[in-house]
């Protein structure tokens, strides 16, 4: 079974700039304390690491 990661946000997107809020709703992320389940590869890493300020990643099995 491939790994996987959990994300959840954890702070406002409201002062974020456009681009950063267009990455959060990729995600799969609309308000704090939402959390999605997405496959550990690189698209989704460079997502993550676009909004790490904005967000909480667990890697699980």
Not at 1 to 17: D, F, H, N, P, Y
């Amino acid at each position: 079974m491939a790994a996987r990661l959990k994300v959840t946000q954890i702070k406002s997107k409201v002062s974020e700039k456009q681009n950063q809020r267009d990455t959060l709703r990729s995600l799969g992320l609309k308000r704090i304390g939402d959390t999605t389940v997405r496959p550990d590869d690189a698209q989704t890493r460079g997502y993550v690491r676009a909004v790490a300020h904005l967000v909480k990643v667990e890697e699980i099995d």
